[in-house]
Nanobody, 123 residues
Framework: QVQLVESGGGLVQAGGSLRLSCTAS????????MGWFRQAPGKEREFAAA????????YYADSVKGRFTISRDNAKNTVYLQMNSLKPEDTAVYYC????????????????WGQGTQVTVSS
């Protein structure tokens, strides 16, 4: 069992930056691939980024590639999402998720989810 808690969301102007954190409980954090997803108002939840257990394999959605960076610190049981050059269309609730095995982009392939953190980008 893994419990995930996100933090770091907030209100930022377009062009600004935020860093989201997701801290996991449990002793086996390094066993999990981690993903970040987001859900904008009135839209379905979508994949943003994912990282394997070692941090060597990383994947991004085209919409965030070049602007967002996912990383992890297994010693701190934490995965990060550095978001730069934010746009109003990045406004969403951001969720982290965990799964055993390789990173995936499908929402249904993740076993554990955090409660989400709101990111609002003003124009």
């Amino acid at each position: 069992q893994v419990q995930l808690v996100e933090s770091g969301g907030g209100l930022v102007q377009a062009g600004g930056s935020l860093r989201l954190s997701c801290t996991a409980s449990g002793r086996t954090f390094s066993s999990y691939a981690m993903g970040w997803f987001r859900q904008a108002p009135g839209k379905e939840r979508e994949f943003a980024a994912a990282i394997n257990w070692s941090g060597q394999n990383i994947y991004y959605a085209d919409s965030v590639k070049g602007r967002f960076t996912i990383s992890r610190d297994n010693a701190k049981n934490t995965v990060y999402l550095q978001m730069n050059s934010l746009k109003p269309e990045d406004t969403a609730v951001y969720y982290c998720a965990a799964r055993v095995g390789v990173p995936r982009s499908g929402e249904s392939e993740y076993d554990y989810w955090g409660q989400g953190t709101q990111v609002t980008v003003s124009s």
